[in-house]
């Protein structure tokens, strides 16, 4: 059937996607069963632990209204961990741990969670068992003191009393604990403000009765460590990215030998706590890596010798080996797959998906499959995408058109996307658009040399690349040059403010929890990212006059396109107020602009009708602005400014 692009009828609903559409992430095992953390939109978003037993039967470990998420550092990570048949796991109401026995057999787990802390001012993540002295170690920060910065230091939990105590202190961020087999030496990684965990950070060791002694074993401004790591023989791992890419390290008693020196990232960006990206076998290591956006997955052998293990994901988010069996457990997806707990034996090779985030069986000629791309971009560089042509298998458009191309923008900035199926991309291409998924210059997994392209040029190299990006695909009559969008979420949400403030390429906007005002952002944000804006644009308030440059807020005279904006009302690491005055500035020069507040949404949306609202008025926002009609039934916005001549 013909038809107009952005028109097109599509199987692939907000109803459906927010029906479908769970996260799941961080498996583990524990004697005979398989473990796994799953968000659910429709249950508000709510972090649950789900155990599968060997029978294949799965239930919940923690019931409702437990919601496993910490917030150190707001994103937190690594908010539960085991020892034995024990879970410990932080809940997010009160930010407290509690404890909870489970069962490998099919009898009912029936005893409530246990509260083991009991600290109103104290959050707890990233903590490792210590058996030895019955306590965990796990990293604490606290909010008791009104009005500072909070402070952060490795702290111990009393098993049986709950008591916490003070490990070691001093500087503004810890991460990573482990401690070594024979439980006599404990690694963990620190670091400073004005650093970022991926601009350098310290690698410290210590004995674990007596940290006040503790040894600077590698790291520095300019080098990241993370992910200190034991091998069964007591040996100190580490990752650091002091060749230009983060490379897997071993340390020797006054040296470190690096075991697969190579131009990929075996690290990753610690925005989270809990990264793993390697782990020991008797005979060798296996680890994950990042070569050219692609994730792979390996065998380093004692020997040296190494190899790539054959696995169907494109994209992997972490990984865990059930140390009596020859099960690997994945966390990934693929162009075809979405992301799933998946378990690879590693002698038949043969691949089980045990929990797919959706279960939806969809003709795969709805399915854009994304192309990745290098191109062109300003200062004789290059920058790197996704594109996603318009897919379905039941339209076709117009001889001679081109389709509306919305360039999509990861946050961070120092993040990166992948090409993992991802049902609200194909929202977009099923309908009619295409889509360009923009690793800008800054991204992560393209070496660090990639990575500090975007020091001091936040909202110079990232706006150029989407500009950039756009017009390749215009050249090549992928794109209509009069239906181009942009948009992004956070640190992306800014891009897309600066590049419709400050160039004219694009037509339209959506920003999703986005910086308008960096001044604002440089006085209000939370602690882990106070200090992040000195490398991304300088330090506050000397480069006062850099700052008020590159804010979209300042530069409201030159936009002059529709943008729509959704935020979170409680959001602490953009606030709203970054929303407001953009929509207020924008509604009183006339341009077309509309707000979408959710009330109980933080920074990122986790409620099942928020994100469909969300999806729904975007794309009702877009046709309203390109001049087509979507074939979905949306309730409609009320666009200020908004005059029929769009």
């Known amino acids: 059937m013909q038809a107009d692009y952005g028109s097109w009828t599509s199987p692939i609903t907000s109803d459906l996607i ?21 968000s659910r939109p429709q249950e508000a978003g709510r972090n649950v632990i789900v155990q599968r037993l060997s029978n294949g039967e799965t239930r919940e470990v923690t019931p409702a209204p437990f919601n496993v998420r910490t917030r150190v550092h707001e994103y937190g990570g690594a908010a539960w961990w085991m020892h034995a048949q024990h879970i410990y796991f932080v809940n997010f109401d009160d930010q407290q741990i509690y404890s909870l026995l489970t069962t490998d057999d099919e009898s009912e787990v029936t005893a409530a969670p246990q509260k083991l802390t009991d600290a109103d001012n104290l959050r707890f993540a990233n903590g490792i068992m210590d058996t030895h002295q019955q306590r965990m170690i796990c990293v604490v920060e606290d909010h008791s003191q009104t009005g500072q910065e909070p402070q952060n230091y490795l702290g111990a939990v009393d098993l049986a009393s709950g008591a916490v105590t003070a490990l070691h202190q001093g500087h503004d961020f810890y991460a990573a604990p482990a401690l070594s087999p024979n439980g006599k030496k404990l690694a963990w990684i620190t670091w400073d403000h004005p650093a970022m965990p991926w601009d350098g950070t310290q690698l410290w060791q210590a004995s674990a009765t007596d940290l006040a002694a503790a040894t600077e074993i590698t790291g520095g401004p300019k080098e990241s460590v993370q992910q200190p790591r034991y091998d069964g023989d007591g040996n100190l791992h580490y990752i650091s990215d002091r060749s230009g890419w983060w490379n ?117 000629g709805y399915y854009a499959v994304p192309q990745a791309i290098t191109y062109p971009t300003a200062d004789d560089d290059v920058a790197h995408a996704f594109y996603y042509p318009p897919t379905n298998k039941d339209f076709e458009a117009p001889a001679g058109s081109a389709p509306p191309l919305i360039v999509e923008l990861h946050g961070g900035p120092t993040s990166a996307t992948h090409s993992g199926l991802s049902l609200s991309k194909q929202y977009w291409t099923s309908r009619g ?214």
Request: hydrophobic share 35%.
């Open 18 to 38: 927010v029906a479908e559409m769970i996260g799941v992430s961080g498996p583990r095992s524990q004697g005979s069963s398989q473990y796994w953390l799953e």
């Open 248 to 364: 897997l390290y071993r340390q020797d008693e006054d040296s470190s030998t690096c075991l697969w020196p190579m131009e990929a990232e075996f690290g990753v960006p610690q925005w989270a706590f809990g990264s793993c990206t390697y782990q020991f076998q008797p005979e060798g290591i296996v680890c994950l890596y990042s070569s050219h956006g692609e994730s792979n997955l390996a065998r380093l052998n004692i020997d040296g010798s190494h190899h790539v293990i054959s696995q169907p994901c494109t994209q992997i988010s972490s990984f865990y080996i059930d140390a009596h069996t020859s099960t690997c457990l994945l966390a990934g997806a693929s162009p075809t797959q979405f992301n799933a707990i998946i378990a690879l034996d590693f002698e038949s090779g043969a691949t089980t998906i045990i929990k797919s985030s959706c279960d939806l069986a969809l003709d795969t």
């Open 433 to 646: 658009f295409a889509v360009l998924d923009v690793n800008y210059r800054g991204s992560t997994g393209y070496g660090r040399a990639y990575r500090e392209k975007l020091r001091h040029q936040w909202g110079v190299a990232d706006v150029d690349d989407t500009v950039y990006g756009a017009r390749h695909l215009v050249e090549q009559r992928l794109a209509d040059p009069a239906q181009l969008a942009i948009k992004g979420g956070s640190a992306g949400g800014y891009t897309t403010l600066a590049a419709l403030a400050l160039r004219d390429t694009f037509k339209a906007g959506a920003s999703y929890y986005g910086i308008g005002d960096l001044e604002a952002l440089a006085r209000d944000t939370h602690k882990f990212e106070s200090r992040y804006l000195d490398s991304m644009i300088g330090q506050y308030p000397q480069e006062i006059a850099v700052y008020k440059a590159r804010s979209p807020i300042n530069h409201i005279d030159k936009l002059s396109c529709p943008v729509i904006f959704f935020q979170g009302l409680e959001d602490k690491v953009v606030l709203p107020n970054q929303a407001e005055q953009m929509v207020e500035a924008l509604s009183r020069k006339g341009i077309p602009v509309a707000y979408v507040p959710f009330e109980g949404e933080q920074h990122g949306f986790r409620k099942s009708e928020n994100i469909k609202r969300a999806l729904d008025l975007e794309l009702y926002f877009y046709g309203k602005v390109f001049g087509f009609t979507p074939a979905d039934v949306i309730t409609p916005i009320d666009i200020i400014n908004l005059k029929s001549s769009i």
